[in-house]
């Protein structure tokens, strides 16, 4: 992955990057999950919703074989080096993903605030309802329909200062963000369809991702 195939955002203090997953990815990643939740025996085995803060219908976590044949590893490793050469000026030699899991969300469910363990975070989308539904109050002039947002948070809102991101899921998308990055994703209705998501937590280069120079420069 080339530096001008992912895009960097930087809505306050960290930046955020956005990459697009190949359709066939997308597509193995998903057989991969139906295959899943079509085996009970491996449903039971998987399960990770003990591990997350979701309300939310059903997680599981990724076998660490499957994410390295997928081709799943080798995409997220060049989104990451490419974000962090291009916003740190630095070249990874460490990419160390420690679990990854799949959300499945429906009319609903939710996931409160939370944040991430490791350095780097992320999700992607690879199932999505054709709707999210209207808000009771649709009307509202202020706001956008955030039913079945992700929405990034950092900080407080100040004068010339944002404190949250919201994001439109669309099948294919990929964000990557600090791991400190505090997040919510917001309920929808109206809909009996799948939000599906994926997610991972990773480690690179501690020198790197160190930003008050304990191991050096």
Partial sequence: MSEGTIQI?????????KAEMPKELVDT????????????????????????????????KLENDFIDSSG???????????????TEKKQITKFLVHESWVVRQFKNDFNPVHWHSGHISG????????????????????SINKMGRIELIHGNKMFMQRSTFSILPEVGSFYFFPNYMMHTVYPFKDSDEERRSISFNANIDEKIYDAYGAYGS
């Fill in 9 to 17: 955002t930087r809505p306050f203090g960290p930046s955020i990057a």
């Fill in 29 to 60: 990643l998903n057989k991969y999950i139906d295959d899943i939740i079509a085996d009970k025996e491996k449903t039971k085995k998987q399960d990770w919703g003990h591990k997350l803060v979701g309300h939310v219908k059903q997680e599981f």
């Fill in 72 to 86: 799943f590893m080798n995409f997220l490793s060049k989104a990451v080096s490419a974000w962090i050469k291009n």
């Fill in 123 to 142: 999700v992607g989308y690879l199932r999505l309802p054709k709707t999210f539904g209207k808000p009771e109050q649709a009307d509202k002039k202020q």
